[in-house]
């Protein structure tokens, strides 16, 4: 069983900030891939971010150069910076565990939303 605890969202306006955090509930959590998904009003849900056991790092081309992921493993937490925001990042952000081509836990936390407006 594996809790996710997500946190940071908030009200932003265009070209903000915000700096997410998922805390993961689940042992040997430097062993896994992480990544973070949103999922906006309507629309499907979407893989932003990942990144590997070793750190290294991939990002969907819609927030190339605007987020940077990051982990720590003392703290089994995963970061999600987010810079020079849009309202087309508005949406509910999760974390999961990335198997290589989705997510790897069935189970999904309450999520963090995030809203971008003026």
């Known amino acids: 069983q594996v809790q996710l605890v997500e946190s940071g969202g908030g009200l932003v306006q265009p070209g903000g900030s915000l700096r997410l955090s998922c805390v993961v509930y689940r042992k040997i959590f430097s062993f896994y891939a992480m990544a973070w998904y949103r999922q906006a009003p309507g629309k499907q849900r979407e893989l932003v971010a990942t990144?590997?056991?070793?750190?290294?790092?991939n990002y969907a081309d819609s927030v190339k150069g605007r987020f940077t992921i990051s982990r720590d493993n003392g703290k089994n937490t995963v970061y999600l910076q987010m810079n020079s925001l849009e309202p087309e990042d508005t949406a509910v952000y999760y974390c999961n565990a990335y198997s290589g081509s989705g997510p790897l836990w069935g189970s999904w936390g309450q999520g963090t939303q995030v809203t971008v407006s003026s």
């Open positions: 990144i590997t056991s070793g750190s290294s790092t």
